[in-house]
């Protein structure tokens, strides 16, 4: 079976282009949920949507970051401008509901310079 | 506020040298506890799944459980490719998971 489904895995770009991040969740999973990952903070939760819709966005850093899920197959997280403290591992994670376990994609290690 | 917190942050072994690690957390309305393992350049990989207090869950050399404060994840004579970082995650009433940071874990032949 085919996993969560992440591009690009790298992206380096400099400071003030548009990034663009991808996601394939598992089919039938119809949770969908966007993480960062820093050394000093770890695993920090973005967004996340049920069935398409954006559910909690609380986590969201800026107003430059935005996220999309125009289907059940597919979900993007922008970054325009970008910055150089939005350098990070970039994960998306899909379940087959809120309380089910959550199966991450290798994730976009994200370099702005 | 949902709190998690691992110990030890990083943790050598010989192999065959069995040890715990251990997840501490704070949550209102506890759903779920699970655990992860990741390697380097990967994503977390989902181990296990505890539900309530007294609960426990095996598989190959790990063994999960689980407390109203706690929870332990055994390794039992463990072997190299053991080694990685071990993510411990708390759903509570928020409907988000909370991690901690992680037991980096190395297994030496």
């Known amino acids: 079976d085919a996993g969560v489904i992440q591009s690009p895995r790298h992206e380096v770009t400099e400071m003030g282009q548009e990034v663009t991040l991808r996601c394939k969740p598992i089919?039938?999973?119809?949770?969908l949920f966007w993480y960062r990952q820093t050394m000093m903070r770890g695993l920090e939760l973005l967004i996340y949507?049920?069935?398409?819709?954006?559910?909690?966005d609380s986590g969201m850093p800026e107003d430059r970051f935005s996220a999309k899920m125009p289907n059940a197959s597919f979900s993007t997280l922008k970054i325009q401008p970008s910055e150089p403290r939005d350098s990070a591992v970039y994960f998306c994670?899909?379940?087959?509901?809120?309380?089910?376990?959550?199966?991450f994609g290798d994730g976009t290690r994200l370099s702005i310079l | 506020e949902d709190q998690v917190t691992q110990s030890p942050e990083a943790l050598r072994l010989q192999e065959g040298e069995s040890s715990s690690l251990n997840c501490s957390y704070t949550?209102?309305?506890?759903?779920?506890l699970f655990w992860y393992r990741q390697d380097p350049g990967k994503g977390p990989e989902f181990l296990f799944t505890?539900?309530?207090a007294g609960e426990e869950k095996e598989k190959e050399r790990l063994k999960a459980t689980l407390t109203k404060k706690e929870s332990f994840l055994h390794i039992t004579a463990p072997k190299p490719e053991d080694s990685a970082t071990y993510l411990c995650?708390?759903?509570?009433?928020?409907?988000?998971?909370?991690f901690g940071t992680g037991t980096r874990l190395q297994v030496f032949p």
């Open positions: 994670a899909s379940s087959q509901g809120s309380n089910q376990p959550q199966h």
């Open positions: 089919s039938g999973h119809n949770s």
């Open positions: 949507f049920n069935n398409n819709v954006p559910i909690d």
């Open positions: 949550v209102s309305g506890l759903r779920g």
């Open positions: 505890l539900y309530s």
């Open positions: 995650a708390v759903l509570g009433n928020t409907d988000k998971l909370i």
